[in-house]
Nanobody, 116 residues
Framework: VQLQASGGGLVQAGDSLSLSCAASGMTSIVALIAVMGWYRQAPGGERELVATIGYGNYTKYSDSVKGRFTISRDNAKNTVFLQMNSLHPEDTAVYYC????????WGQGTQVTVSS
């Protein structure tokens, strides 16, 4: 299983940014029931949950991004998206996508930098 993340970059506080992550090497049926999501890791910090989306589009968000970020998925393309609005400097981190039906697989990480 491989995950290819895209998006990210340098923006100013208050701006929006969109991330996407496409999974390959997994059958469509398995991908359909998999949980997909995003974690992030700030410099010197631990990897923390941002948002997840499960089968049936059940979503979960960390309190720090709730109301600002939206996670979604395209099951036909085995792709998960993260729309990030009203970005804060503290959202600066490397964002990692993942997919799991038990064992997690991780993407390569994409840098998001929010300047004040």
């Amino acid at each position: 299983v491989q995950l290819q993340a895209s998006g990210g970059g340098l923006v100013q506080a208050g701006d929006s940014l969109s991330l996407s992550c496409a999974a390959s090497g997994m059958t469509s049926i398995v991908a359909l029931i998999a949980v997909m999501g995003w974690y992030r890791q700030a410099p010197g910090g631990e990897r923390e949950l941002v948002a997840t989306i499960g089968y049936g589009n059940y979503t979960k968000y960390s309190d720090s991004v709730k109301g600002r970020f939206t996670i979604s998925r395209d099951n036909a393309k085995n792709t998960v998206f993260l729309q990030m609005n009203s970005l804060h400097p503290e959202d600066t981190a490397v964002y990692y996508c993942y997919i799991t039906t038990g064992r997690p697989y991780w993407g390569q990480g994409t840098q998001v930098t929010v300047s004040s």
